[in-house]
């Protein structure tokens, strides 16, 4: 999955047209996008959704809210039996958390009867606080629903009592870079996908783009949205293009050609085997084949 789109789960409008959007998974949100008088409504609206929506569509993925809240396992209960895709933990401290949100799913499922075992993936929000960046290595082995890490900023900041996560010319500061590389580090040690954070300014279609690209230069694997006009943008940025798969397919024959070796000359440069583990996972990301 490239875009995932958030959507607050009170909003029969913007359900609607973020259904549309084209993005690869629609977010339902319980958390930070509704207010606490309106819980309880966007957990039933969230529910009157998963149970109607087309499920040919986009993934449907629902963000519950935190465990230091009253309302995250009222949020279990009612959506699990629905069968999301995916939930969203947000504000996770450890992969602790991953386990303690698996273990209730696990209850629901079995309660309800017939739902396959780890059917419903979880993501996980990593960094919203200060003491979550000290355990990115904890999510690897968490339980075997985890699915994604991504990271926040915002939430970061705040809890930081920060001023502003940029500086004057747009680019995160030393700590929310560091979030950032941590997220892809534990994620990618944990064997899930790494998707790269919001940005904000849903206006800014060339700071969205760069940041995109930047982040898909770097190994994540796709990007949050806020707004259905970023998903298009997502999508381009992270689908790889012909000549990303050519190269792909080009070291892959190389290696092939050449036998059991380590090391292979393709176009003047020397590639050895994390090269060829590269090329593989790009096809793989690609649905194709050599």
């Known amino acids: 999955m490239r875009s995932f789109l958030f959507v607050p789960a009170d909003s029969e409008k913007k359900l609607a047209k973020g259904a549309g959007s084209g993005a690869d998974a629609l977010i339902l949100d319980l958390e930070d996008s509704v207010a606490l008088s309106n819980k309880e409504n966007a ?20 963000r519950i809210n935190a465990l230091d809240t009253p309302f995250w396992h009222a949020d279990i209960k009612a959506v699990v039996p629905q069968n999301p895709d995916i939930i969203v933990i947000p504000k996770t401290i450890s992969g602790d958390c991953v386990r303690k949100v698996g273990h209730a799913i696990d209850e629901v499922e079995h309660d309800a009867g017939g739902m396959p075992p780890n059917g419903i ?9 200060a003491a979550s960046l000290f355990t990115l290595s904890t999510y690897a082995g968490s339980h075997p629903r985890l699915a994604f890490l991504t990271w926040g900023a915002e939430d970061l900041a705040a809890a930081l009592g920060a001023r502003d996560n940029k500086d004057e010319h747009g680019t995160y500061t030393g700590p929310y870079q560091l979030a950032r590389t941590l997220t892809l580090l534990g994620a990618v040690a944990a064997g899930v996908a790494p998707v790269d954070s ?54 892959i024959e ?36 050599k």
């Open 121 to 129: 993936g979880l993501g996980c929000v990593a960094t919203e606080t």
């Open 43 to 62: 957990r039933k609206s969230a529910v009157e959704y998963l149970k109607s929506a087309d499920r040919n569509g986009p993934k449907l993925v629902v």
């Open 198 to 251: 919001i940005w904000k300014d849903f206006r800014d279609e060339k700071g969205l783009e760069a940041e995109a690209r930047a982040a898909a230069r770097d190994g994540f694997t796709g990007k949050m949205a806020i707004h259905p006009a970023q998903v298009a943008i997502i999508n381009e940025i992270f689908t790889p293009g012909e000549a990303d798969l050519a190269h792909a397919r080009a070291v």
């Open 254 to 289: 190389a290696f092939e050609k050449a036998g059991d070796v380590g090391v292979v000359a393709l176009d003047g440069v020397m590639l050895d085997i994390p090269h060829l583990k590269q090329a593989k996972a790009l096809l793989a990301r690609a649905g194709q084949q």
